[in-house]
């Protein structure tokens, strides 16, 4: 089955610095998608950021982008310029597509930014 | 902009009572989702549809049923809940073709 695990529970940035999330995950699949999702308090989950596991460039979204290690099945987030909005839960996601689109997530990491 | 809605931010309800949670999208997607979110266990499946209709078991069913009887429209059925059930329960949707889920703003269900 296919396990999504972020290690750490909880990071802290200082505003303006940059941070990494780090993610794993374990498939016997070639062809795959990730995500990192962000929840705000007591706000809906977004889309952070997508890598689909067939391109080898990591994808980038402003100031959100990711190091994606397929052999090592390694999908980091990092975020420049942390911004106090940044402060959020951070979830890996992944999904071997296939016409389901089930999700499997890791357990979230509590992210705080200090000003 | 792709929304999804549920029909209650917050539920307060006594343990035995049946309990109707609604998610309501509005972009024609396919699929669409129940997960519940629990600190420190991340989102688990409970049910998913791909159509109308049709619905398959996810991770953690059991307590649980789901009814779609339209497109935009999957509700989460508590038959008879249980303080077990309290938890935070997220509905999402997506397009057929490997996409983005899109989630709603989420129901706080307490269960008493």
């Known amino acids: 089955a296919q396990t999504v695990t972020q290690s750490q529970p909880e990071m802290s940035v200082q505003e303006a610095e940059t941070v990494t999330l780090s993610c794993t995950y374990d498939t016997s699949e070639s062809d795959y998608y990730l995500f990192w999702y962000k929840q705000p308090p007591s706000r809906q989950m977004i889309l952070v950021i997508r890598?689909?596991?067939?391109?080898?460039q990591n994808a980038t979204e402003n100031r959100f982008s990711v190091n994606f290690q397929k052999a090592a099945k390694s999908f980091s987030l990092k975020i420049s310029d942390s911004q106090l909005g940044d402060a959020a839960m951070y979830f890996c996601?992944?999904?071997?597509?296939?016409?389901?689109?089930?999700?499997?997530f890791g357990k979230g990491m509590k992210l705080t930014v200090n000003p | 902009d792709v929304k999804v809605t549920q029909s209650s931010r917050y539920l307060v309800k006594r343990t035995g009572e049946k309990v109707f949670l609604e998610c309501v999208q509005d972009?024609?997607?396919?699929?669409m989702f129940w997960y519940r979110q629990d600190p420190g266990l991340g989102l688990r499946l409970i049910y998913f549809?791909?159509?109308?209709?049709?619905?398959e078991k996810g991770d953690i069913p059991e307590g649980y049923s789901v009814s779609r009887e339209k497109k935009e429209r999957f509700s989460l059925i508590l038959e008879s809940a249980s303080t077990n059930q309290t938890s935070m329960y997220l509905c999402a949707s997506t397009r057929l073709s490997p996409g983005t889920q899109y989630f709603g703003p989420g129901t706080r269900l307490l269960v008493l």
């Open positions: 996601a992944y999904t071997a597509g296939g016409g389901s689109e089930k999700l499997v």
């Open positions: 549809s791909y159509d109308v209709k049709m619905k």
């Open positions: 972009m024609d997607h396919e699929n």
């Open positions: 890598q689909e596991a067939y391109k080898q």
